[in-house]
């Protein structure tokens, strides 16, 4: 049996919060008693039924425990264990939602409002909306990589034309330059200040297919004038694009030379100034709460994948949990800002193992907020109000160079498990074969600096893997890798649409013209978005087995990638109902 103890999983402070209020009405819990003197034993039981039976009294109908943790096992030296998790069924208890329905946004979700409208198989296409003035959010979806909110050579209004509806941005380069403080005194945010608000000129020329107008309201408002109305906050104006900002705890600790990580948070020293500075999950949040993104990520205890160190791993899955717990209270805008928590866990999926305890442990916080809402006690009630429903969930702690094996398999646990009506966020995932097999177990959006980072070294992307435009074969005039088209004349992009040749490219490349690296960066990204959304359109119609036939049929066995379909695939594909070996109806 899996075993932890609560001091683990929860703070002093959040302990009494979230577990005596749940655990004294599950009446059915087993508990042990130690053996020793009958006095021992009495103190003991009576300490226990303190905890368990704690003052106020809430209808045992509105608190029900997670599924996991159902068979609890509670025992006096404050462990606990639990068994198995329930079957997975994606259809369950999921309400499909028409294409155009209009978002709703209450209580228990102010700031996201997640439809899914199809299913096929365990691949979901759904849409997520935020109350911002941003564009609704198709999933499956990718989120390019914009470190200081916009990527590297586009501008604001190609974003969105490039149909690009959220990008990420670093809280941690944010915060060296020019300050998130200033983002907001000065800015009133990150979206005015990088220029993402809609111009009065603008229209969105190439709306989704299902796009839906989402504004609160149709005035358009200057950037100027929201310089002028501080209280605005953005929330009046049309957004190009949303926006999703990480901890800055990664970049931290994968910049910093040395780092140590305590209970407070993150010691590291600056790369910038040499000093030693202290990231606590409170400054995470208030850096983020500044720069006021649509989603924002709490603190988590990262440790790289292929560490062989198991008593970290269990240390800082559990120290995740406690430290959402402080994010969740220094969240000063739960009404506008989603807070996403990140499973951790390595990539131990064993029974009652680190991934399991790591969404038992969510699962609980949100089962706590969703049902207290509704409680008549009082202490729940004040509880209730800084606290909201867990919007959406990210996986953490892969891709880190860890096996594909163990990758898929971590990934494959987490969808069986999360809660199928909010969104599921991957973390630092975006090579397009990835995309393709974890959408097919159940991941809904994405995030990578893959697309841009390798536009920046002249590849370009395509079903068939990646175009190196560097190479000689494309230089111009060359027949070999067909100099005189462009990268593919399907793309919408500036580049393929405009008829530059990969010639062209190739010659622009070798002359270290930046127009390069911009239209491949276009590209690139013009790819990935109509990659999730021919994957969404296929999810939509049923047929997303099809898809990922003919997308595994083009991307192995292509001039660029000419090898046999890895093993890890075809498991993972299994694993989600997708066998590519019967192609007799399709091809
Ligand atoms: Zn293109």
Not at 20 to 47: I, V, Y
Not at 281 to 308: F, K, T, Y
Not at 360 to 385: I, P, V, W, Y
Request: net charge neutral.
């Amino acid at each position: 049996m899996p075993q932890a103890n609560l001091s683990e999983i929860y703070s002093p402070s959040f302990h009494l919060d979230y577990l005596e209020a749940t655990l004294r009405l599950n009446s059915n819990m087993k508990r042990k008693f130690p053996t020793g003197s009958e006095d021992d034993q009495k103190d003991e039981k009576k300490k226990q039924e303190e905890v368990c039976y704690a003052p106020e009294i809430i209808k045992p109908e509105l608190l029900e425990l997670p599924s996991e943790l159902k068979y609890i096992d509670f025992q006096v030296n404050g462990a606990a264990s639990w068994g198995k998790c329930a079957p997975y069924n994606p259809q369950r208890q999921l309400r499909i939602s028409a294409l155009n329905e209009k978002p709703v946004f209450n209580e228990e979700s102010p700031a996201l409002c997640f439809y899914v409208h199809g299913i096929d198989g365990r691949a979901r296409a759904a849409t997520v909306h935020f109350p911002n003035g941003g564009p609704p959010v198709p999933t499956p979806r990718f989120m390019p990589v914009g470190t200081k909110g916009t990527l590297k050579g586009v501008l604001p209004d190609e974003i969105a034309n490039m149909k690009c509806p959220i990008i990420l941005a670093n809280t941690y380069h944010l915060e060296i330059q020019p300050g998130t403080e200033l983002i907001n005194s000065v800015f009133n945010g990150l979206h005015n200040f990088m220029g993402g608000m809609m111009p009065s000129s603008f229209n969105l020329s190439a709306p989704q297919p299902d796009q839906i107008v989402n504004h609160e309201t149709d005035n358009k408002t200057d950037i100027e004038e929201s310089f002028k109305n501080k209280n605005i906050k953005g929330r009046q104006q049309r957004r190009l694009y949303n926006l999703l900002t990480d901890s800055g705890g990664f970049q931290m600790v994968s910049l910093a030379s040395l780092s140590v990580v305590t209970e407070d948070g993150v010691m590291f020293k600056s790369p910038y100034t040499g000093e030693n500075m202290m990231l606590r999950p409170e400054d995470s949040i208030r850096c983020q709460n500044d720069i006021g993104a649509d989603v924002i990520m709490q603190l988590d205890d990262v440790v790289s994948s292929v560490s062989v160190n198991e008593e970290r791993f269990r240390a800082a899955t559990l120290r995740t949990l406690r430290w959402y717990d402080r994010c969740v209270k220094a969240h000063r805008a739960p009404e506008r800002q989603n807070l996403f928590p990140i499973m951790q866990g390595h990539l131990d999926v064993s029974k009652g193992g680190l991934r399991e305890l790591c969404l038992a442990g969510f699962k609980c916080r949100d089962q706590f907020n969703n049902s207290s809402s509704e409680g008549n006690s009082k202490k729940l009630k004040h509880t209730m109000s800084t606290r909201k429903r867990i919007p959406g969930f990210a996986i953490g702690g892969l891709a880190g160079g860890e096996n594909k094996d163990d990758f898929w398999k971590v990934i494959d646990h987490a969808c069986r498990h999360l809660p199928d009506d909010r969104p599921r966020y991957l973390m630092g995932v975006g090579y397009p074969l990835d995309l393709v097999v974890c959408t097919a177990l159940g991941v809904d959006m994405y995030d990578c600096v893959y697309p841009t980072r390798t536009a920046r070294f002249g590849v370009a992307l395509v079903d068939e893997g990646q175009m190196k435009l560097k190479r000689h074969e494309f230089a111009p005039g060359n027949p070999v890798g067909n100099s005189n088209v462009p990268i593919d004349t399907e793309c919408p992009c500036e580049a393929c649409s405009r008829g530059v040749s990969r010639g062209r490219l190739h010659a622009l490349l070798k002359a270290n013209n930046p127009i390069a690296v911009q239209l491949l960066t276009q590209h690139n990204v013009t790819y990935m978005m109509g990659l999730v959304s021919r994957m969404r359109e296929s999810i939509l119609r049923k047929e997303f087995h099809v898809f990922v036939r003919s997308f595994m049929k083009k991307h192995f066995s292509s001039k660029y990638n000419n090898v046999q379909v890895p093993e890890w695939v075809k498991d993972a594909l299994n694993a989600a109902g997708i066998s590519l070996e019967s192609r007799t109806n399709e091809s």
